[in-house]
């Protein structure tokens, strides 16, 4: 038996700015690993909260 539960997007909405802000972080992290600067974050799960701007970066 399955349970298809409602996407909490459907309820609450997407900004449309949301993909393009996470793509340009991706886009980001790809360019540190090219260009040998920064610190990647390999072995590590970023949250971002958009309402606050705030980001959380834990380790695995």
């Not at 996470?22 to 260009?35: F, H």
């Not at 590590?44 to 970066?57: E, V």
Request: net charge negative; charged share 25%; hydrophobic share 45%.
């Amino acid at each position: 038996m399955y349970i298809f539960l409602e996407p909490v997007e459907q309820e609450l909405g997407n900004p449309s700015f949301t993909p393009a802000h996470v793509a340009s972080l991706q886009v980001s992290e790809v360019v540190k690993l090219l260009i040998g600067r920064g610190e990647l974050l390999r072995k590590k799960i970023m949250f971002i909260d958009m309402l606050n701007n705030d980001y959380d970066i834990i380790e695995l």
